[in-house]
C-alpha cells in the first residue's frame, strides 16, 4: 500500500512543484501580486516575486493562503527569503522585512 505521508517525507520538492501548478496556487500567487505591487522589504517595484512564508514543502495545505504570501523583490527573495540558498527558507521573514522597512525610513 502507497503511503501519501511518507512520500511526502521523502519527495518535498515533488510536493512543491505539483502544488504550484495547481490553479487554486497560480490564482493566490497573481491576486497577491496585484494586490500587493511593492517589495516589503527594499520598496522595490521590479522584479517582484512572491515568496511562501511558510514553504509548499513544509506544509502544503497552505500553499494558496493570503496570508502565508509576501511579495519580495527578486533579489531580497533569495537573501532574505531564503538565507542566500533557494534550499533553506527563513521562519520569520515577514520580521525580517519590517525591521528592513524600519531602518530605510529612519534613514531616509
Not at 495547481?22 to 511593492?38: C, E, F, G, I, M
Request: proline residues 5%; contains cysteine.
Amino acid at each position: 500500500m502507497f503511503e501519501y505521508a511518507s512520500f511526502v517525507m521523502r519527495n518535498p520538492a515533488f510536493v512543491t512543484k505539483n502544488m504550484r501548478r495547481q490553479y487554486s496556487v497560480r490564482k493566490a500567487l497573481l491576486t497577491h501580486r496585484k494586490k500587493n505591487p511593492v517589495c516589503e522589504a527594499t520598496g522595490s517595484t521590479r522584479r517582484l516575486e512572491v515568496h511562501h512564508i511558510v514553504p509548499v514543502s513544509v506544509n502544503p495545505t497552505l500553499a494558496d493562503w493570503p496570508s502565508n504570501l509576501i511579495t519580495l523583490e527578486k533579489k531580497a527573495h533569495l537573501v532574505i527569503g531564503h538565507g542566500g540558498n533557494y534550499k533553506n527558507y527563513v521562519k520569520n521573514v515577514a520580521e525580517v522585512c519590517a525591521t528592513i522597512r524600519i531602518q530605510r525610513t529612519v534613514a531616509s
